[in-house]
Nanobody, 115 residues
């Protein structure tokens, strides 16, 4: 198991933007599809986006489509989530992961969107 390190979370107002980052030592991002998932207070994990090995194919949950953009820089071993037009319902802890490949267990990064 490799624990990722997520960062970039903050308190923002409705309509604001944030960019989250994720990296993991010893886990080559170029070899795996990667996911962003989130957990809102009192709720279960919600998958929100994934990106293919090379970064050319992305998918999004309906709840974030058109507002969030997932990307990766394989040379830097970095995964990103650009979030725009944030809403209070986006308040959650955000995690990057590929559980099947053993990338899991990060601390996550907290995003709080105030109304």
């Amino acid at each position: 198991e490799v624990q990722p390190v997520e960062s970039g979370g903050a308190l923002v107002q409705t309509g604001g933007s944030l960019r989250l980052s994720c990296t993991a030592s010893g886990f080559p991002f170029s070899r795996y599809t990667l996911n962003w998932v989130r957990q809102a207070p009192g709720k279960g994990l919600e998958w929100i986006a994934d990106i293919s090995l090379g970064g050319g194919i992305t998918r999004y949950a309906d709840s974030v489509k058109g507002r969030f953009t997932i990307s990766k820089d394989n040379a830097k071993n970095m995964l990103y989530l650009q979030m725009t037009n944030l809403k209070p319902e986006d308040t959650a802890v955000y995690y990057c992961e590929n559980e099947a490949a053993g990338l899991k267990g990060g601390q996550g990064t907290l995003v709080t969107v105030s109304s």
